[in-house]
């Protein structure tokens, strides 16, 4: 699993233009840190604000000026993590990553208008909500070790660098972000395998049938909901087959106005609820086999800016 970066080492091209190439890669940076395009996209302008706060000579004496912004993004974004498990812990209820659509589902008609965030953020295996689930339980340190080196490819010396740790303490933090993140691994299965259990899921759900809801359910089940205190949402993951089957008989579905459509989450399937064309819910899944693992369910309206429609 790896993405490496094109422009993060070596001279690029010092024109605007070649400064300017490098937004793209700090979003799907920042995003995989902060598991927020808001955050993302905020840390990114003040990344280039802080460039074009320099002087032209300042500027030019930067070697590498990729590899600069890729410096101050991280080090902003490690700020962030460290100040985020204190906003974190005030958070009401549950907090999920936010959740990002498919490039051909946002063209298709999710939002009003707005840049494509798939133009911003590569949507593979290092998005996927699992993964970025586990990526929050880390500490700040690990996480930025292991994105930077694990994912987009970068030397420990530039991660320690970045960190103002040694080589060797920053291999250790990615060591143990590694160890972290084996157990949640995506299926291997198929990309299809998977729909077919989310649209048995979504069916079973519309249906209110709680047998076939629990047929497709792992004995372990976890459903988590992040309303962010401003919507209705289980302050509390609910835990197991039958509670979660009960749980979701009991949400409203079409009775309600609520329709449920098939979508990509973080490039895995998933479901969106919408009422009246306003999208209320975006749900990602773990799925292993037949059976799924876990369902996150966003409710926030403030994490669900990329699926608003007009």
């Known amino acids: 699993m ?11 091209d010092p024109s605007l233009s070649g400064i300017i190439s490098e937004r ?8 995989r840190l902060l598991g927020s395009l808001a955050d993302a996209e905020d840390v990114v302008q003040e990344t280039y604000a802080r460039w074009y706060a320099m002087s032209p000579r300042q500027q030019e004496d930067i070697d590498s000026p990729g590899a600069w912004l890729t410096t101050v993004a991280s080090r902003i974004c490690l700020d962030l993590l460290r ?12 907090w999920i990553p936010e959740p990002l659509p498919d490039r051909a589902e946002w063209i298709s008609g999710w939002s009003g208008g707005g840049v494509d965030p798939a133009d911003r953020v590569t949507l593979d295996e290092s998005v996927s909500m699992a993964f970025l689930v586990v990526l929050d339980a880390m500490t700040p340190a690990e996480r930025v070790a292991f994105i930077l080196h694990d994912v987009f490819g970068y030397p420990f010396a530039d991660v320690a660098a970045i960190l103002g740790r040694s080589p060797a303490a920053c291999r250790q933090l990615a060591a143990s972000a590694r160890r972290r993140i084996r157990a949640p691994r995506p299926d291997a299965g198929s990309s299809a395998r998977r729909a077919d259990v989310v649209r048995a899921f979504k069916r079973a759900w519309e249906a209110r049938d709680i047998d076939a809801l629990i047929g497709l359910l792992a004995p372990d089940v976890t459903a988590t909901g992040d309303g962010g205190g401003l919507v209705t949402a289980a302050l509390r993951p609910v835990e197991g087959a039958e509670q979660v089957a ?8 079409v009775a309600a106005g609520i329709t449920l459509q098939e979508c990509t989450v973080n490039g895995q399937p998933g479901l969106v609820a919408q009422r009246d064309g306003v999208t209320v819910s975006v749900m990602a899944f773990d799925v292993t086999g037949d059976h799924i ?3 996150w369910a966003v409710l926030n309206p403030d994490k669900l800016r990329s699926w608003t429609t007009g």
């Open 2 to 12: 790896t993405n490496p970066s094109e422009s993060g080492h070596g001279r690029p």
């Open 24 to 31: 793209r890669q700090l979003t799907n940076l920042a995003y």
């Open 83 to 94: 100040s985020a498990r204190i906003r974190h812990e005030r958070y009401v209820g549950e």
């Open 246 to 253: 009960r749980f979701f008989v009991g949400r409203p579905t």
């Open 293 to 295: 693992n876990h369902i």
